[in-house]
């Protein structure tokens, strides 16, 4: 299987910034050490995105904050609370909705571990059976979901 490279640098910038401050901070803390991580290693990305929601077609005045945009289109949400939840997911699943984009990443810094998530919708057929390991397991036990 090819692995996505943008993810995963993004994935190896959060599991330096757990392994430097622990768990323990406040979300906002973890979200600006990750942004000089993603600097330090050249990783593109703009911070508190607004993306825009639509309703039968009419622009609503309120908008998601996306907590990062990296390679102009992964969304990355960051949490610091004692584990991900399904309300988590659904967070990241509208934001994908409402941008179209089709990877994100959820990064989980209140665990003992980092936990993430990565999430992938608007696969077609071939291209999610092509996202199964060798041995022919869904990757989905890996922490990844395919919508």
Known sequence: MQR????????????????????????LVYQTALALEFQDRGIPYA????????????????????????????????????QLTGADDAQLINQLKATGFHRGLLLNFGAPSLEHRRLVS???DDLRKSAQSVDGTSSQSAAEIYL
């Open 122 to 124: 608007g696969l077609s």
């Open 47 to 82: 911070a508190e995105v607004a993306l825009p929601i639509k309703y039968k077609g009419k622009l609503l005045i309120c908008t998601y904050r996306a907590d990062f945009i990296c390679f102009k289109n992964v969304i990355v949400e960051t949490k610091a609370i004692a």
């Open 4 to 27: 996505d490279r943008e993810t995963f640098a993004i994935i190896g910038a959060a599991m330096e910034v757990h392994r430097q401050l622990g768990h323990g901070f406040l979300e």
